[in-house]
């Protein structure tokens, strides 16, 4: 009997600390002046981790729809040599 109770106190344990995120805002809707420009590289280089790769939405917090301009504009630039396509360089 004390094994089950003490189990129940620990899974009551482990959701009491649940780390919850709020939901980030989409910082181009918020701000309309913000444009997505493949020749700006010094902007799209926040959007890239350090292994070249486009960071997801969960971790720039952008909507659907900005997030998907925001990756074809780092394609366009590393199509004409603004952006490295592996992150050597960006170290």
Do not use: W
């Amino acid at each position: 009997m004390e094994d089950s109770n003490n189990s129940n106190r620990h899974s009551d344990r482990r959701q009491s600390y649940r780390y919850f995120s709020r939901p980030r805002e989409c910082q181009f809707c918020t701000d309309k002046n913000l444009k997505i420009d493949y020749k700006d590289y010094n902007f799209l280089k926040r959007f890239i981790l350090d292994d070249g790769k486009i960071r997801p939405r969960r971790q720039t917090g952008n909507c659907a729809r900005h997030q998907r301009e925001l990756a074809r504009a780092i394609k366009r630039a590393r199509h004409i040599a603004l952006l490295p396509f592996s992150g050597e360089v960006l170290r």
